[in-house]
């Protein structure tokens, strides 16, 4: 499958700061939607920024459609649309009227004006003024906006950030249909894994301006499905989990149980026994499997100690 964004080495930092991106590498295969993931601040809109042209990586590279964005920029231009961060519009005009002035400036056809609304479900609120819009509805007139000149790739930051459950809804499955009904390829960032867990096909995560994993949602699930993790409650979590670390990958969970990965049971014995041993009482072991939301967190943790 053709990757419609491919990014090497990309990298970038603000003056004075250090790296917000460093050694990025993406590929998003074409006819996907594809979620990039990560908590805030960790590098997500810079990422976009680049990707759109609006700010230049201070070393690596983006491709987009196969041609390096840096010496076809018009091209990719032409062919993508990108929507950042909440996406502005004048409130007192209706929102055909605020599309009839992207048309004009954009050179755009204005009889796909009522199509665009239409997909986005907002044919009948188009005489409305936008002030009087709900944030989710603003969201999507943001959306056919970005579908006025019919891109190929779309590209999304937190589009359903601030969003009450309804709003989130109304905006996942309008981003599944533009894909599965039209073919449109998305890269959408969010901070939610639920979000992405529902409605993409592929998933990078960032942190601290790191990619720390890349691959289908079914690969990010048999990660999950292939962990487990073995908890314990001790009388002493603090020591018990400074005896562990030389040999597991450990962890102190909220509720003061130390989690490790052991290899098989014979390991959760073993590391039983390394507890008592050391005159730690342990009041119960149990194992669970990993969920992706526990998965992320571990993903995020190990990008972190890196």
């Known amino acids: 499958m ?13 003056r004075g700061k250090k790296n917000a991106v460093t050694g990025l590498n993406l590929n998003v ?41 840096s010496t076809h920029k018009r091209y990719a231009r032409s062919h993508s649309s990108t929507m950042i961060e909440e996406p502005t519009a004048y409130k007192h005009l209706t929102g055909r009227e605020n599309l009839e002035i992207l048309c004009k400036a954009g050179m755009f056809d204005k009889t796909q004006i009522d199509q665009v609304l239409r997909t986005v479900n907002l044919f009948e609120d188009r005489h409305r003024k936008v002030s009087g819009y709900s944030m989710g509805m603003k969201q999507r007139l943001g959306i056919a906006g970005a579908l006025l000149p019919n891109p190929e790739l779309f590209i999304l930051d937190e589009p359903t950030n601030g969003l009450d459950p309804q709003g989130m809804f109304e905006i996942r499955e309008l ?10 390829t998305i890269f959408i960032s969010s901070h939610l894994l639920g979000e992405i867990e529902k409605m993409c096909t592929h998933v990078g995560i960032i942190h601290q301006g790191k990619g720390i994993f890349e691959g289908s949602m079914d690969e990010l699930a048999l990660m999950a499905h292939a962990t487990k993790l073995f908890r314990l409650e001790t009388s002493e979590p603090q020591k018990a989990e400074s005896i562990l670390k030389d040999r597991y990958n450990t962890k102190l969970t909220h509720d003061k149980l130390v989690e490790i990965q052991p290899a098989d049971s014979t390991d959760q014995y073993n590391a039983i026994k390394m507890l008592i041993n050391q005159n730690i009482e342990v009041y119960q072991a149990f194992t669970i499997k990993n969920n992706l939301e526990e998965l992320f967190i571990q993903v995020t943790d190990e990008g972190q100690n890196k």
């Open 175 to 184: 981003i599944v249909d533009l894909n599965k009904k039209e073919g449109k």
């Open 29 to 69: 295969p074409q006819g996907s939607i594809y979620g990039f993931l990560g908590p805030n601040g960790a590098g997500k809109t810079t990422t976009i920024r680049m990707l759109a042209g609006l700010l230049f990586p201070k070393r690596g590279i983006v491709k987009m459609f196969g041609n390096n964005i």
């Open 2 to 14: 053709q990757n419609i964004i491919e990014t090497h080495d990309l990298t970038f930092h603000f």
